[in-house]
């Protein structure tokens, strides 16, 4: 519609088109040879840019993988030896919490085997000092009645053997009356 409203614009833009026409074929005479080796080598540089950006990216990617790989092993190791350890750990405790019950039991055993020996010779020692108790009891009652029919005998003795006072005092009451010549005695016949 634009064409055939307004011929002098279409004549316009077709010499243009024309125009910019000459101008691509002046510029591929002058400049083409280049522009094409120039296009050859940026195809060739895209190229190998693309290749070596695959390249670097298919390594990263190995790498990557292998470091993730590695990660993961590792993580898995430490997990099992974590598990491992809380294992060994938790029979150790085990082990430990039966050997303090051993013990708690040997040493009750041994507390009351003590308690009950002890008992038993306190038990004994007292029989033994009951028994000595009586033994010395009896012992100083038979020293006692010993030293006290010693001692009566000795008083019998001491009493037997000396004078008696009345009779050492009448003997003294007819020694001072013959003195004084105030006591006679009985005539002989």
């Known amino acids: ?7 002098d614009t279409s004549v316009a833009a077709e010499t243009e088109v ?8 002046i510029r591929d005479i002058l ?6 080796d120039y296009d050859k080598r940026f195809s060739r540089l895209e190229e190998r840019l693309a290749k070596n ?6 390594e990263l990617k190995k790498r ?9 092993r590792e993580v898995e190791s430490l997990g099992q030896r974590v598990k491992n350890e809380k294992a060994e750990r938790t029979e150790a405790l085990k082990e430990l919490t039966r050997e303090l019950r051993d013990a708690s039991k040997a040493l009750d055993k041994k507390l009351a085997q003590l308690d009950d ?8 020692l007292r029989t033994r000092l009951l028994e000595q ?4 009891t009896s012992e100083i009652e038979e020293k006692h009645r010993a030293i006290s029919a010693t001692l009566d005998r000795e008083v019998q003795t001491l ?6 006072r009345k009779a050492l005092a009448d003997l003294f009451t007819e020694v001072a009356m013959r003195l004084k010549k105030e006591f006679a005695l009985p005539e002989e016949k």
Do not use: C, H, W, Y
């Open 18 to 25: 024309r125009e910019g026409a000459n101008v691509d074929k």
């Open 117 to 124: 020996q002890m008992a038993k010779e306190a038990g004994e």
């Open 53 to 58: 950006a695959d390249a670097l990216r298919e």
């Open 31 to 36: 400049f083409g040879s280049q522009m094409r």
């Open 64 to 72: 990557i993988d292998a470091l993730e790989a590695f990660v993961q």
């Open 1 to 7: 519609m634009a064409s055939s409203a307004d011929p």
């Open 133 to 136: 108790s009586k033994a010395l």
């Open 159 to 164: 009493q037997s053997d000396k004078t008696d």
